[in-house]
């Protein structure tokens, strides 16, 4: 497993490359590499035969199996949804806990060395599911994990959205909050499903690639957005969803107003995360939905690193992307995050992400978004994203989840700001002091 490659055409990959690949590889040894953005996944011959992908595998929706236009052999590059064919079957299967365990560990030391009280961890993409919660369970029994971990369970469809029921029990550092649903591609590769065309070469994909559906189709009810939302509500479960482009976020809202129309009440929140081509009108919906809705974003990720991608794929429609500031303007909570690993580790800093932030990132956007603001973000709004009803902030009851920099975060000109500075000289967790004073 690797992760990390970035192509300018994905499609491109061809049998000729795949043949290098198994070279390098072996027959016997199955292979799977994730792009940057993780939406894409380059996979050798032994992983596609342990899967049983072939010429005749039909790709699910949202996803995109690459194939050599002369034979139809798939060349080993699969797009977004595609790449679960590969990943719950030959890859993630096969990874025992003991080699996770330890680069586990240091991440997450580094995510409390950076000022993380708590992550909220997908376990799992398009390319398919990751638990080990039972892993993280095991961790906190040895007295050995350093934070709050909320986990989301992966789901596909109608098919499997109940198998979070075999996660596991709570504990006091690790709790289930919720479901993640992949609704369209990565905004960064013109996957974004959007009523305008982008800029790809193939005209299939010039409206995105998206893994629901908003109407009936014989054979893929499982896949409707209404009846997803639906059945989410009923089990008053979370749900997070991958939302970039406009078609994207229309289906999930008009999802969500029919079941509180059906209900009268919520009895789960909705997270949508990205938000890339969000239009007024929307932030309206959301705005009128409460704080039931929440909108889980990460500029430094998307105005910083992905400023260039989504300007080539969306062209003019780029100046427009990811308007967090109209969002906090109409009263919408939003839940800053990082969206690692997609992010990098330096862009991962919540100094760094409101050094983006207050400066204006790429784009020479203009922000009223203030200190204050970023850091309810952080806290109370992350919170707000998970069941999680003790923690986010410092109150009586609640959870002793405290990081303490070495400067008053007011009062540091914005500029100023880096992963370095201010320091963070210590983070608790519930009480318990993580990192050592420096």
């Not at 290098?20 to 016997?28: M, N, T, W």
């Not at 889980?296 to 300007?311: A, M």
């Amino acid at each position: 497993m690797s992760h990390g490659f970035v192509l300018d055409d994905y499609d491109a990959w061809g049998l000729a490359d795949l043949a290098a690949l198994d070279a390098a590889s072996g027959p016997d040894h199955p292979v799977m590499m994730a792009d940057q953005l993780g939406h894409s996944y380059i996979v050798n011959s032994a992983a596609m035969r342990i899967s049983g992908l072939d010429a005749d595998t039909v790709a699910p929706p949202g996803g995109k199996i690459v194939r050599d236009p002369a034979t139809g052999a798939p060349t080993g590059m699969l797009r977004e949804t595609a790449g679960a064919l590969v990943g719950n079957v030959a890859i993630f299967p096969q990874v025992p806990d003991q080699i996770v365990r330890e680069p586990l560990l240091k991440l997450l030391h580094l995510w409390a060395s950076m000022g993380y009280t708590s992550i909220v961890e997908l376990m799992g993409g398009p390319m398919g599911r990751t638990m080990k919660p039972g892993l993280l369970r095991d961790l906190e029994g040895e007295g050995k994990l350093p934070l709050r971990v909320c986990y989301a369970y992966t789901f596909t469809s109608l098919n499997d959205l109940e198998g979070y029921k075999d996660a596991g029990p709570d504990t006091d550092l690790v709790h289930f909050s919720g479901l993640k649903l992949f609704v369209d591609g990565a905004a960064g590769q013109g996957g974004a499903w959007t009523s305008w065309e982008n800029q790809l070469e193939d005209p299939s994909q010039r409206h995105g690639l998206h893994a629901v559906l908003t109407e009936e189709v014989e054979g893929l009810a499982a896949y409707n957005i209404f009846s997803i939302v639906d059945r989410s509500e009923e089990l008053g479960l979370d749900v997070h969803y991958h939302v970039g482009g406009d078609l994207a976020i229309q289906a999930v809202l008009d999802a969500i107003n029919a079941a509180k129309k059906k209900n009268g009440r919520f009895k789960g929140s909705h997270t949508l995360y990205h938000l890339g081509f969000l239009t007024d009108p929307q932030i309206e919906e959301m705005k009128l939905l409460g704080g039931h809705v929440i909108a889980g974003i990460q500029p430094s990720l998307h105005w910083k690193n992905e400023w260039k991608n989504t300007e080539r794929f969306y062209g003019p429609y780029a100046r427009s992307a990811y308007p967090y500031q109209k969002m906090l303007d109409a009263g919408i909570r939003l839940a800053f995050s990082t969206d690692f690993a997609p992010n990098t580790v330096l862009m991962s800093y919540p100094t760094e992400i409101m050094r983006v932030v207050l400066t204006g990132g790429e784009g020479r956007r203009q922000n009223t978004i203030s200190m204050r603001d970023l850091i309810e973000g952080f806290t109370s709004g992350g919170f707000a994203t998970t069941p999680l009803t003790n923690t986010g902030k410092l109150h009586i009851g609640y959870k002793a989840d405290i990081v303490v920099f070495e400067k008053d975060l007011y009062h540091v000109p914005p500029q100023q700001l880096s992963k370095d500075y201010p320091r963070v000289l210590g983070t608790w967790v519930g009480g318990r002091k993580i990192t050592a004073d420096r």
